[in-house]
């Protein structure tokens, strides 16, 4: 037998975009849909009662997930970080290796910073230490660090989350790994 009266919940979309999902593990389209509780008299929904809050919603497996789903990078967008926060880490190493660079420290810091402050929050440890063992062997590669270097790197570390510890740990392993 039917239910008479009850609560049905009503969506409206209020945007759309394209979105890392967490339950088909891929970039996908989502709707932002906006919940709103209703009594329901034979199934016809007819006063509301509330808000059901928002969601979104991927449009190929249909799952619901809170907005902050969307603070996370599409694997496109991931991929495209990395590649800047590799690029800008490079050339910071190259730049502080260079002699008599005057006033580019600060420069360089406010760079690394915009580059990888976006992106660290979403690196696995080991992708952190990675980019940072990546600039070590540049900054090696003439020669042992400079203090122009290492204060670069170690700018590095900061911007990638690291602790001090951590990244002194692995920058003296890379001066002990042969190239």
Known sequence: MPHIWGV????????????????????RSYLRRIGRHRFALLGIPLLPSGTAGTVVECASCRTCFRTDVLG???????????RDAVHTVALAVLAAGKEGIDGSGTALTIELHEVLDPL???????GSEDILLQGARIALADGPYTPSEHQTLAAVGRALLLSHEDTERLLAIAARTPS
């Open 8 to 27: 049905r919940t009503t969506w409206r979309t209020v945007g759309d975009g394209e979105f890392f999902c967490p339950g088909c593990g891929g970039d």
């Open 72 to 82: 996370h990078p599409t694997t496109t967008r991931f991929s495209a970080m990395l």
């Open 120 to 126: 660290a929050p979403h690196l696995a440890p080991a």
